[in-house]
């Protein structure tokens, strides 16, 4: 009974609470309800995205499934998200592909780009 509700608790304060936080800003500054959908969804997602991205090369449960197994030491950069393999020649590669880091700019720059837009279709200064 306790543990369940911890993880409820870890649940509302990690995903709900930055979610109703960023809607009621939205609501208050009355920006339209599909910017702030969008907003949202594109902000989770790159969050979603970067931490995958950033965490990929680190062995976590098994250590042999780690790209970095055999070949060097995982080396883990946050933003812009990305793991490396630090070779044991010195050669630092990356683990990701082009496609999750296109998945994580797209996000990234579309949750940047809504307040913007909220602020041009609000029009204070006309």
């Known amino acids: 009974m306790v543990k369940s509700?911890?993880?409820v608790s870890v649940l509302v304060m990690v995903f709900v609470v930055?979610?109703?936080?960023?809607?009621l800003l939205g609501r208050w500054a009355?920006?339209?309800?599909?910017?702030m959908?969008?907003?949202v969804l594109a902000g989770w997602l790159a969050v979603g995205v970067g931490g995958i991205l950033?965490?990929?090369?680190?062995p976590f449960l098994f250590p042999?499934?780690?790209p970095c197994y055999h070949v060097g030491t995982p080396v883990t950069q946050?933003?812009?998200?990305?793991?490396?393999?630090?070779?044991?020649?010195?050669?630092l590669r990356t683990v990701n592909g082009s496609t999750g880091?296109?998945?994580?700019?797209?996000?990234?720059?579309?949750?940047v780009a809504m307040p913007g837009i909220a602020l041009v279709r609000r029009r204070p200064w006309a």
């Open 5 to 7: 509700l911890l993880v």
């Open 18 to 23: 930055p979610t109703a936080g960023a809607w």
């Open 30 to 35: 009355k920006a339209p309800a599909w910017i």
């Open 37 to 39: 959908i969008v907003f």
């Open 54 to 58: 950033s965490q990929r090369a680190l």
């Open 64 to 66: 042999k499934t780690s």
């Open 78 to 91: 946050y933003f812009p998200p990305d793991s490396f393999c630090l070779h044991d020649d010195g050669e």
């Open 101 to 111: 880091k296109f998945v994580f700019w797209t996000a990234f720059g579309t949750a």
